[in-house]
Structure formats: structure tokens, C-alpha cells
């Protein structure tokens, strides 16, 4: 079966960074789009980050674009969102979603595979 695994959470400095990973199995990762989404307590799902399943193409949330960056490494089934400047507002669980075909979209609804989540608490 399917499984997106995330790892890389955890608890930084305002300033700081981190490299959230996802790797996936069960499927062929190089026909699908990846992307990124976070929820935090009492808020609704936000997408973060897609990028295509080619890798031709990203797209970012509004309130990461400069800050944070989606690539992908389809030789060991696994994206990456490299997380820089981390602002305590960017805490929350994040997830990585998996879309056939898809491209860098950032509604939830086309991603037809979801991992479990991993934390990423930013202190100030």
C-alpha cells in the first residue's frame, strides 16, 4: 500500500531552519506531484508548497514564498521542504500529500495520498 512518511520536525528558534523529508512507497513517486500542507491548532489545512510531478514546476504559499523551498529526489522517493527564516507562526503539523499526474496545486482535494504528519514547533 501507499505510505508518505515525514521526518525532520521538531522544535526551533525564531531565525532558524529545518529540512522537513517525505518519503514515499507503494507507488512510482516520479509520476506523482508532491505537495505540502500545515495545519495548526484551531486552523484550517493551509497549503504550503507543490511541486510537479516532472519537478518543472513549484508553487508556494503566500505566507512562505522566499522563506521556504519543495524539491524532490525521485532516485530515493522522497521530497523535501527546506524551511528557512521560521517565524513561531509557521507552527504546526505538517503534511505531505501525494497527487497522480497532478502539478504543484495547492488544493488539498487533488491529493489522493496523505502521510501522518510531523511537528514543527518554532519558539520566540
Known amino acids: 500500500q501507499v505510505q508518505l512518511v515525514e521526518s525532520g520536525g521538531g522544535l526551533v528558534q525564531a531565525g532558524g531552519s529545518l529540512r522537513l523529508s517525505c518519503a514515499a512507497s507503494?507507488?512510482?513517486?516520479?509520476?506523482?506531484?508532491m505537495g505540502w500542507f500545515r495545519q495548526a491548532p484551531g486552523k484550517e489545512r493551509e497549503f504550503v508548497a507543490g511541486i510537479s510531478w516532472s519537478g518543472g514546476s513549484t508553487n508556494y504559499g503566500d505566507s512562505v514564498k522566499g522563506r521556504f523551498t519543495i524539491s524532490r529526489e525521485n532516485a530515493k522517493n522522497t521530497v523535501y521542504l527546506q524551511m528557512n527564516s521560521l517565524k513561531p507562526e509557521d507552527t504546526a503539523v505538517y503534511y505531505c500529500?501525494?497527487?497522480?499526474?497532478?502539478?504543484?496545486?495547492?488544493?488539498?482535494?487533488?491529493?489522493?495520498?496523505w502521510g501522518q504528519g510531523t511537528q514543527v514547533t518554532v519558539s520566540s
Open positions: 507503494g507507488l512510482t513517486f516520479s509520476r506523482y506531484a
Open positions: 500529500a501525494a497527487d497522480f499526474m497532478g502539478g504543484s496545486s495547492s488544493y488539498a482535494a487533488g491529493y489522493g495520498f
